[in-house]
């Protein structure tokens, strides 16, 4: 089992939509969450991070499950400029020993 | 403030030959991280250095791949007798490097390396 699993999609949406993407991770002792975007053929950017008590950023808000291993990402009112993929980051023991999942790519429409 | 610098962009090798791959951190940065990222899939870890010191190599493959930042100068990742599955993205990260918690990682352009 991936130590961080996401459903690859890719998830195609019009503009406007509300979109949603989860992931899971497999170690309990996690301690840090992070969602990453990632542009076509272009490096990792962070987009936020995410706290226990769920945390939001404009149109993005981000939600942790300790009890059941999983991070979720919302995305409301989607911009053609959301299309990318997305990236659950897992913090090992707070120690900086990121573990990336493979991502889950959306593309927006007009 | 320059972001992480990594050279060359782009490293063309043929199998057995060396490759060596370069990152510059952001200034005031004193932690390196590398990443491989094959086509279509995630990023994954490789190893975390600090200068001077390898702080995890977990994922890094046993043999022929090293990786160095020494006190003065970039840090170095180095690919020995390449072959073909080593074709990939070769993404280097820095950050700050903060006591009591994980840093943001911020990454740099990449290297892609195509062995052929």
């Known amino acids: 089992r991936k130590e961080v699993e996401q459903d690859p999609g890719p998830f195609n949406v019009p503009e406007g939509a509300t979109v949603a993407f989860n992931c899971t991770y497999s170690?309990?002792?996690?301690?840090?969450f992070f969602w990453y975007r990632q542009d076509c053929r272009k490096e990792p950017k962070l987009l936020m991070s995410?706290?226990?008590s769920g945390n939001e950023d404009g149109r993005f808000t981000a939600q942790l499950n300790r009890a059941s291993q999983y991070i979720s990402l919302l995305i409301r009112d989607s911009k053609l400029s959301d299309s990318a993929t997305y990236l659950c980051?897992?913090?090992?023991?707070?120690?900086?020993?990121?573990?990336f999942g493979a991502g889950t790519r959306l593309t927006v429409k007009p | 403030n320059a972001g992480v610098m990594q050279n060359p962009r782009h490293l063309v090798r043929r199998r057995g030959q060396e490759a060596r791959l370069r990152c510059s951190p952001m200034?005031?940065?004193?932690?390196v991280y590398w990443y491989r990222q094959l086509p279509e899939e995630g990023l994954k870890f490789m190893v975390y250095?600090?200068?001077?010191?390898?702080?995890?190599e977990s994922g890094m493959p046993k043999e022929r791949f090293s990786a160095e930042f020494p006190k003065e100068g970039p840090s170095i990742l180095r690919i020995q007798q390449v072959v073909r599955g080593d074709s990939a993205a070769y993404f280097c990260?820095?950050?700050?490097?903060?006591?009591?918690?994980?840093?943001?990682?911020?990454f740099g352009p990449g290297t892609r390396l195509t062995v052929l």
């Open positions: 990260a820095s950050s700050i490097g903060t006591s009591g918690g994980p840093d943001t990682q911020y």
């Open positions: 170690n309990s002792a996690s301690q840090s």
């Open positions: 995410v706290y226990s």
């Open positions: 980051v897992v913090n090992r023991y707070n120690n900086n020993d990121m573990r």
């Open positions: 200034k005031g940065h004193s932690h």
């Open positions: 250095l600090q200068k001077e010191n390898i702080i995890d």
